[in-house]
């Protein structure tokens, strides 16, 4: 969490937050499922800046063979009267000092597909896809995708 309210009249800001998670596990995989909720506020004198958020997020990851594996995540965050979220995006289009109002994202989803290889214990390589779609609190569409290569070396 960051700030909402202006710098000049913003000193503290909180978050507090409540989550759950299920997980259900099997020889060859795995599917979790997170949501909760968040409530924003700070001291903010010149405007009531109090947010409420829920967020959720379900993932599923499959062994194809014994060293590859297929993932497949739907994530998500409303947030009605708007927070900071960077997503896809930049962080200076969404949580620097300057960001306008209407900045502010009210919701944003995000689709993520992917594949990992491990070819050893300590080196996996992974790719993901991602669609993410969600809308400012001025009404603006954000849409952004994303592809990614990761290597992890465990060391």
Known sequence: ARAVGRANATTTFQAKMVE???EAVWRTGHLKVFG???RYDDNDTTANNRRDAWYWSVEGVQNLTEKLYAAARYSGISAP???PMVGY???SNN???TTARGSITKDLQRVSIGLGYHFSPKLLLKTEYAIEQGTRWSGAARNNRFFGTEVGLKF
């Open 20 to 22: 759950l998670d299920l």
């Open 36 to 38: 909760g909720a968040a």
């Open 81 to 83: 009267a708007g927070l």
């Open 89 to 91: 995006d930049s962080y």
């Open 95 to 97: 949580m620097s000092e």
